[in-house]
């Protein structure tokens, strides 16, 4: 894909505050570190379009950005951070439940998970909650560059077993720093806007 442009356009907790363009929306999810804000910018060429490596304590919010004027990126908050409060937790889930739970736009969602470690419970809720809303999800394990390509099978299997993927559900190896794989992800987002 050609990026010709890729702008930010807002952050959003509540629904009003969501783009109201109605252009496609193709979200991204995962553990916070997962490398998430680094595989946007890799998809996007940007470097610094989504932060790296957001202050945990922040608020979290939806952000959305724009792509050569035709669909938006959402960059959904991430989970799984060691010290947050209950309050916190509860908000995280009322911003995701409100996204989620009703978003037209909404194509496709990547769910990001670390190649080299099983993913944990809250990735698997995190994947039967995005099959409950009936959304396509596709899996991206991240920083493929941090293990061999010998050990690629075996932790592909390790990812599809814990997170209960089907056979036909794609996991696609993306390495932000190698950028390798990038490829693989636009034309599963190509194709998901034909679907
Ligand atoms: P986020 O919290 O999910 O947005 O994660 P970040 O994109 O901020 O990345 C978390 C850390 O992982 C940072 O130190 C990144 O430099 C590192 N990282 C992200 N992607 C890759 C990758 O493809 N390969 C390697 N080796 N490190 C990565």
Same mark, same amino acid.
């Given at each position: 894909m050609k990026i010709k442009n890729a702008e930010f356009i807002t952050s959003a907790? +509540? /629904?009003?505050?969501? !783009?109201? +363009?109605?252009l496609p929306e193709i979200a991204f999810v995962g553990r916070s570190n997962v490398g998430k804000s680094s595989s946007i910018n890799t998809l996007l060429n940007r470097k610094g379009i989504a932060r790296i &490596?957001?202050? !945990?304590?922040k608020t979290r919010t939806i952000n959305f950005y724009k792509v050569n004027e035709e669909f938006h990126f959402v960059d959904l908050p991430g989970y799984g951070?060691? /010290?947050? &409060?209950k309050t916190e937790q509860a908000k995280w889930g009322g911003i995701m439940e409100r996204y989620l &739970? #009703?978003?037209? +736009?909404?194509c496709s969602i990547f769910l990001l998970v670390d190649i080299r470690h099983e993913p944990k419970e809250d990735d698997r809720i995190m994947y039967e909650w995005i099959k409950h809303f009936g959304y396509d999800c596709t899996v991206i394990a991240t920083k &493929? #560059? /941090?293990?061999?390509r010998g050990q690629y099978q075996k932790h592909k299997a390790m990812i599809k077993n814990k997170l209960g993927l089907a056979d036909e559900e794609k996991i696609i190896l993306l390495s932000s720093l190698k950028k390798t794989g990038i490829d693989e992800v636009w034309d599963e987002i190509i194709s998901s806007f034909e679907r």
């Open positions: 907790v +509540e /629904k009003h505050q969501y !783009p109201a +363009e109605g &490596s957001q202050n !945990p304590g951070y060691a /010290k947050v &409060s &739970s #009703d978003r037209q +736009e909404l &493929s #560059d /941090k293990i061999t």
